[in-house]
């Protein structure tokens, strides 16, 4: 089992700038991928951006060249620059085992708002 926790995130201005932070314990040595997912109000959960084992990232569209993943170790982190009223969301870190098992932290709500 892996274990998630998140932090970071809040209430940012449009065109502010943070930083999400998730770290990951347990059987940590089985990850391979994590990632960072968000849920709007009345909206299904988006992919935003997932790093591998070997350091490829990946990004949702609406977030390509503002939003940056990285990873030391354990933990994954989410730098959100240029941020839009539209990425107000829940931002959810997962992480999936080899097998396929997924695992989601509890969540860290970002509002964009002036």
């Known amino acids: 089992q892996v274990h998630l926790v998140e932090s970071g995130g809040g209430l940012v201005q449009p065109g502010g700038s943070t930083r999400l932070s998730c770290v990951a314990t347990?059987?940590?040595?089985?990850?391979?991928?994590m990632g960072w997912y968000r849920q709007a109000p009345g909206k299904g959960r988006e992919l935003v951006a997932t790093?591998?084992?070997?350091?490829t990232e990946n990004y949702a569209d609406s977030v390509k060249g503002r939003f940056t993943i990285s990873r030391d170790k354990d933990t994954v982190y989410l730098q959100m620059n240029n941020l839009e009223p539209e990425d107000t969301a829940v931002y959810y870190c997962?992480?999936?085992?080899?097998?396929?098992?997924?695992?989601w932290g509890q969540g860290t709500q970002v509002t964009v708002s002036s």
């Open positions: 997962n992480s999936v085992l080899y097998g396929s098992l997924q695992y």
């Open positions: 347990g059987r940590v040595f089985q990850i391979y991928v």
């Open positions: 790093i591998n084992i070997g350091g």
